[in-house]
């Protein structure tokens, strides 16, 4: 399992713990299942956001990734190309 922790930084400098992406080694056919959940303080904070207002709304459930990436495409430009090691 990879746990990532995402962070947010606001204009006006503050970061933010948004929450965590957490994935499982990939099956059979290379597709890995992935889910993002908010941190409790994010969705209190007074500047918390919808990272992606469709996709991952201001909610306490978590959200399964419905892609073979096993990561939702708001994170995709952030994190690296591969992943380095193993599973």
């Known amino acids: 399992m990879k746990k990532l922790?995402?962070?947010?930084t606001l204009p006006h400098g503050e970061k933010l713990f948004?929450?965590?992406?957490?994935?499982?080694?990939?099956?059979a056919r290379g597709a890995i299942q992935g889910a993002f959940r908010y941190?409790?303080?994010?969705?209190n904070h007074q500047h918390g956001?919808?990272?992606?207002p469709v996709n991952l709304p201001l909610?306490?459930?978590?959200?399964q990734a419905e892609r073979p990436e096993?990561?939702?495409?708001v994170?995709?430009?952030?994190?690296?190309d591969t992943w380095a090691g193993s599973f």
């Open 75 to 80: 994170f995709e430009d952030a994190l690296p």
């Open 18 to 27: 948004c929450g965590e992406i957490l994935t499982i080694k990939p099956d």
């Open 70 to 73: 096993g990561i939702h495409s």
């Open 59 to 63: 909610t306490t459930r978590e959200f």
């Open 49 to 52: 956001f919808a990272l992606d």
């Open 5 to 8: 922790k995402v962070m947010v």
């Open 39 to 43: 941190a409790s303080g994010y969705l």
